[in-house]
Nanobody, 121 residues
Framework: QVQLVESGGGLVQTGGSLRLSCAAS????????MGWFRQAPGKEREFVAAISTRDITDYAESMKGRFTISRDNNKNTVYLQMNSLKPEDTAVYYC???????????????WGQGTQVTVSS
């Protein structure tokens, strides 16, 4: 069992940056693959990025080069650095955890409550 709490969302102008954090409870954080997803109003939740237990990263095509996922196992935290933000990045961003690997299109067992990111034009 792992509980996830996201933070770091907010309002930013086009071209700006934000860093999201997801703090996980429990002593086995390093054994979980971690991921970020987002959901814009009226749209389905979509995959953003994932990082494996071996620090192998994976990104949605539209986020490559702008977003960076990382993890700090000592702090039980996964981060999402978002640069060159666009209005279409506006969404609620969710953190997910999976003891195997993050599934892009299938459900993952553990989710945070989400943090709102709004990019103004």
């Amino acid at each position: 069992q792992v509980q996830l709490v996201e933070s770091g969302g907010g309002l930013v102008q086009t071209g700006g940056s934000l860093r999201l954090s997801c703090a996980a409870s429990g002593r086995t954080f390093s054994s979980y693959a971690m991921g970020w997803f987002r959901q814009a109003p009226g749209k389905e939740r979509e995959f953003v990025a994932a990082i494996s237990t071996r620090d192998i990263t994976d990104y949605a095509e539209s986020m490559k080069g702008r977003f960076t996922i990382s993890r700090d196992n000592n702090k039980n935290t996964v981060y999402l650095q978002m640069n060159s933000l666009k209005p279409e990045d506006t969404a609620v961003y969710y953190c997910a955890a999976n003891p195997s690997r993050i599934h892009r299109s299938r459900s993952n067992p553990y989710w945070g409550q989400g943090t709102q990111v709004t990019v103004s034009s």
